[in-house]
Every structure is written in structure tokens, then in C-alpha cells.
């Protein structure tokens, strides 16, 4: 149902915008198939409990931003370490975990409407 939504929602872009349609449609497969097997969700759901109520408060989401920022930054300069630790090693498998850039985007969107 969803993806038939959000097809009728894409319907009108211009062809180069519809590529967000085969992630939404494979996001739309693996949910569906966790839900068929019960393997989704030990992760998942805890982490975004946690995240709503972080983005809930405006200030909370800061200190999160900020500490966050500082532990990938840290963990970007141990690849190793970053290659290991549960929740991240198969991504970190296959590919580098970037540094942070310095500025994040709320600073500089800050600073661009505020001159």
C-alpha cells in the first residue's frame, strides 16, 4: 500500500527524481519480509524510540549532535575499532567510516540566514 502511495506521489517529477522510488521499494520488501519472519525490529525500534524523543527536544538534539559528531570523529581515526563493534562493522566492512565535517548543517544554515 505504501509504495503505491508514494508512487502516485512521484508520479509527476521529472524521470531524474524518481530513482528515490527502487530504495523505497527495497525498504518496502525487507520490512515486509521482517514482519513475515519476526527478524526486524530488536534494533531498530529501540533506536528509534530513543530518536524520536531526542528530536522531540530541541535542546536535547543538540547535546545529542554534538556528542555524536564527537564519537565519529573518533572512531573515523580507528578503522580498526570501527570494523568490529557491533551495530556498524558490516557497514564498516566494506567501506570507511567518514570523519564528521567541521561544520554541521544547522551551523551553516545558521549562518547563512543570519549574515
Same mark, same amino acid.
Given at each position: !500500500?505504501?509504495?503505491?502511495?508514494?508512487?502516485?506521489?512521484?508520479?509527476?517529477?521529472?524521470?531524474?527524481?524518481?530513482?528515490?522510488?527502487?530504495?523505497?521499494?527495497?525498504?518496502?520488501?525487507?520490512?515486509?519480509?521482517?514482519?513475515?519472519?519476526?527478524?526486524?525490529?530488536?534494533?531498530?525500534?529501540?533506536? !528509534?524510540?530513543?530518536?524520536?524523543?531526542? !528530536?522531540?527536544?530541541?535542546?536535547?538534539?543538540?547535546?545529542?549532535?554534538?556528542?555524536?559528531?564527537?564519537?565519529?570523529?573518533?572512531?573515523?581515526?580507528?578503522? !580498526?575499532?570501527?570494523?568490529?563493534?557491533?551495530?556498524?562493522?558490516?557497514?564498516?566492512?566494506?567501506?570507511?567510516?567518514?570523519?564528521?565535517?567541521?561544520?554541521?548543517?544547522?551551523?551553516?544554515?545558521?549562518?547563512?540566514?543570519?549574515?
Amino acid at each position: !500500500m505504501g509504495i503505491l502511495i508514494v508512487r502516485r506521489l512521484l508520479r509527476g517529477l521529472p524521470g531524474e527524481d524518481r530513482h528515490p522510488t527502487v530504495l523505497v521499494h527495497l525498504r518496502v520488501k525487507v520490512t515486509k519480509l521482517e514482519h513475515e519472519t519476526g527478524s526486524g525490529g530488536r534494533i531498530e525500534r529501540p533506536v !528509534m524510540a530513543v530518536s524520536r524523543i531526542v !528530536m522531540s527536544h530541541p535542546q536535547l538534539y543538540r547535546v545529542a549532535q554534538r556528542i555524536i559528531r564527537w564519537q565519529l570523529r573518533w572512531l573515523a581515526r580507528r578503522p !580498526m575499532l570501527a570494523r568490529v563493534l557491533p551495530g556498524i562493522s558490516g557497514w564498516t566492512a566494506v567501506r570507511e567510516l567518514p570523519e564528521p565535517e567541521a561544520e554541521t548543517f544547522r551551523d551553516w544554515w545558521r549562518g547563512r540566514t543570519n549574515p
